[in-house]
């Protein structure tokens, strides 16, 4: 017989946020990327992938003025802010960016298993290709995509959350939560993403108050 007071609780592991990246910053970042990657001076200086894990064509720096035109800390910072207070009840005082990058990632490249500094993390996709690829038949089609993995897989409990790039989708998750983007296969398209990390107020990053 079903019960009627039943609900499933997720009492453990951290939890994600999924938004909307405005379009208006998303299509500000893809002329931004497409004006720098065509400098490669300015692409010399920027470079990040010496600090990051991925094995993908290019990673570089976000500069901060641009940031600021586009209001892009803006955006990180308010959906940060909202997420601490649902999760904790606590305002967010400070949002420190350390670093936003851009990843722009091709055929056979991957990010392996990896976490990030700071305190929270996200990434959001600003081109995705038309198709990853075929997977074999019977098979779960995972290429090109994020999976975040946290703990252990047993009973009634995943291990794993797989995310699907779309343009436009970003997701916020803790700077411990691992995490690896897989390669994908049959296109010469690029899969292009934005990631952040930041650190916030000691009162709000305080897990004991």
Not at 20 to 47: A, C, G, T
Not at 87 to 97: A, C, R, V, W, Y
Not at 127 to 153: A, D, R, Y
Request: hydrophobic share 35%; glycine share 6%.
């Amino acid at each position: 017989m079903d019960s009627p007071d039943f609900k499933i609780i997720k009492p453990f592991g951290p939890s994600i946020v999924k938004v909307k990246i405005p379009n208006n910053i998303v299509n500000e970042m893809n002329k931004y990327v497409d004006k720098i990657i065509s400098d490669e001076e300015k692409l010399k200086n920027l470079d990040h992938s010496g600090n990051l894990a991925g094995q993908v064509k290019q990673e570089f720096k976000l500069e901060r003025d641009f940031m600021e035109k586009i209001k892009w800390g803006e955006f990180l910072g308010v959906n940060v802010g909202k997420w601490l207070f649902n999760e904790t009840g606590k305002k967010l005082k400070s949002f420190d960016i350390k670093q936003s990058w851009i990843i722009r990632q091709f055929k056979d490249e991957y990010n392996p298993v990896h976490t990030h500094s700071g305190h929270v993390s996200g990434v959001g996709y600003l081109k995705v290709p038309e198709s990853f690829g075929i997977s074999k038949p019977n098979k779960i089609n995972n290429k090109g995509c994020l999976n975040l993995i946290h703990g252990s897989i047993n009973l009634f409990c995943k291990s794993q959350y797989v995310v699907r790039p779309e343009v436009g989708d970003f997701y916020f998750f803790p700077n411990y939560l691992m995490h690896t983007v897989y390669p994908f296969t049959d296109t010469q398209e690029e899969r292009r993403s934005v990631s952040f990390n930041a650190k916030l107020d000691d009162e709000a990053a305080n897990i004991f108050i």
